[in-house]
């Protein structure tokens, strides 16, 4: 019986996402509420009947391996087959050294592929949100006795330069291939999502061809080997910027949104511990929103994504906002187009998200946190009273003494200082963006 394998990338640093992706691998990174971005992938594969994955991990992958465990979420706890997480390591006479690129990662652990009898191999990424049945991709991939079968999307023109441009031609051969061209000749583009037969795979990988865009599939075309797109017309999304990671979530709160979380032919599974149901109090307006379990809403919330246990105090304000696991929104507090990871307190009163000066980029990442988007990084504790502008940039751990005063102008930063100092030494603390206080 013909067999698939999914090898599923996902040690990827995610560094656009800003702290987001500081502390956990970008595919464990909490999204829509109650999951993690890799949950679309994993889920994709089950509801495909593909069930032998193995999940490639490198970057912090601490919380990724916790979310995974043994796969049973996604019905995977197999003696046979089921999830496989597969760890980076250190092999006799060779260098230590991060995967060098997407197709070296596989090939590292190429000794997955050789001993399965799958025939083709699912390569994925583990980092995007889409819902997707692989069978038809499998099925065209064999019918066109393609070594390999590349999944394909039109895009806009303004980003195509970020992916794998190619052209087909009327039998969906691919005939040119641009990797992340500054100047794109086409609006298709690769998703990274890749059907190869096993043969081809293991015949074309190697350690100089470290990448699928960049190496592999040009070396393939220019030796004539047959190179086919899949025409994928379904909603999809690279949640890779904190722009598209919070964009994405607002979409969900539409009438209509393009990705229905609340198709029961299609769920999306994912490890969920028990929590008491959301509370909705006395006091609580809630409007165009997605509140989890665990929730405690006595507050306003409006047009946001509020992940298991977050509480919203009385008076307290939520607005156009994505707030993870467990964050305390305190009374008479404002989060305002703002991201607020696991356990952020917001004081009483403060404001996180103020003012209309959207367009003054970060200081510190200028090219990622420029749309006026504020982002709190894990367990942060801003002060009662605070008032925190746009895009800004408040770091893992921050406490309110680390804040040199209470208004942080747009496009600052806090950073956390270190251990508290002995009772009478100086210090030095620092909210960039205004003065520097002492």
């Known amino acids: 019986m013909k067999r698939t394998t999914a090898i599923v990338l996902a040690g990827g640093e995610g560094e656009r996402l800003s702290i987001l992706s500081g502390v956990r691998a970008k595919p464990a990174v909490p999204f829509a509420g109650k999951y993690r971005i890799i949950d679309f992938t994993l889920s994709n594969c089950v509801n495909s009947d593909i069930t032998d994955v193995a999940i490639l991990t490198q970057y912090n992958p601490r919380s990724l391996n916790d979310h995974i465990g043994s796969g049973r979420p996604w019905d995977m706890d197999r003696a046979k087959g089921g999830i496989r997480l597969l760890q980076p390591y250190l092999a006799r006479g060779r260098a230590a050294e991060w995967y060098r690129g997407t197709a070296d990662a596989v090939l590292r652990n190429v000794w997955a592929i050789e001993d399965s009898r799958s025939d ?8 995007h949100i889409y819902k997707m049945d692989y069978q038809p991709f499998i099925a065209q991939h064999r019918r066109k ?28 051969r691919v005939t040119e291939w641009q990797e992340k061209p500054k100047q794109p000749r086409s609006d298709l583009a690769s998703l990274g999502i890749y059907v190869f037969s096993r043969r081809a795979l293991l015949a074309w990988l190697d350690a100089d061809r470290p990448d699928f865009g960049a190496h592999i599939i040009p070396a393939m075309l220019g030796a004539g080997a047959r190179v086919f797109g899949y025409r994928f017309d379904g909603y999809w999304q690279d949640v890779g910027t904190v722009e ?11 009438d209509h949104p393009p990705l229905d979380l609340y198709d029961r032919d299609w769920v999306i599974h994912t490890r969920s511990e028990e929590r008491a149901p959301a509370r909705i109090g006395p006091t609580a307006n809630v409007h165009r929103s997605l509140i989890s379990h665990g929730c405690q809403i006595a507050g306003t919330v409006e ?13 307290a304000i939520v607005r156009d906002s994505v707030i993870m696991f467990d964050a305390h929104i305190r009374a008479g507090a404002v989060v305002d187009r703002a991201i607020l990871d696991k356990e952020v307190s917001v004081g009483p009163n403060a404001v996180v998200g103020m003012g209309s000066d959207f367009e003054t980029p970060n200081r510190q990442e ?26 800004v940039r408040i770091a893992e751990g921050v406490r309110p003494s680390d804040f040199g005063r209470k208004v942080v102008a747009s496009g600052g930063s806090v950073e956390r200082r270190g251990p508290e100092p002995a009772p009478g030494a100086s210090t030095t603390r620092t909210a960039t963006g205004g003065r520097r206080d002492r």
């Open 120 to 127: 083709t191999i699912l390569v994925l990424a583990g980092d």
């Open 303 to 315: 047009r946001s994504v509020l992940s298991p246990g977050v509480r919203v105090d009385p008076g």
């Open 145 to 172: 006795r393609a070594d390999v079968t590349i999944a394909v999307k039109r895009v806009p023109i303004g980003e195509a330069h970020r992916f794998g441009i190619l052209a087909l031609d009327d039998d969906d």
């Open 366 to 391: 200028p090219t990622r946190l420029n749309t006026g988007i504020t982002i709190v990084g894990k367990r942060a504790a801003i002060p009662a009273g605070a008032r925190i502008g746009r895009n």
């Open 244 to 254: 598209s990671y919070w964009q994405t979530q607002m979409d969900l709160l539409d």
